[in-house]
């Protein structure tokens, strides 16, 4: 993993397609973060996630908040 981004430029500098989002790799908090339940931070941090993925300079929003953003993956098959 710690060369990962050498061994794609490499690739990319000798000429062969690469796409990054096909990597299978993904982004896993290793410390999630808990919302305090019913105060309304779970929707808020809800609200904030879908605006950021409306930006179109914006390709992927990640966030340590367990629930936040959960059903994107559904939505992309």
Same mark, same amino acid.
């Given at each position: 993993?710690?060369?990962f981004g050498?061994?794609?430029d490499a690739l990319a500098a000798a000429g062969f397609p690469v796409a990054a989002d096909a990597s299978g790799? =993904?982004?896993i908090p290793k410390t999630p973060v =808990?919302?305090?339940a019913?105060?309304?931070d779970l929707e808020a941090n809800e609200r904030l996630y879908q605006k950021l993925l409306e930006l179109t300079d914006v390709d992927a929003v990640f966030c340590s908040c367990p629930g936040v953003g959960a059903d994107d993956d559904e939505d992309e098959e």
């Open positions: 993993m710690d060369q050498a061994v794609r790799l =993904e982004w =808990e919302l305090p019913g105060g309304g």
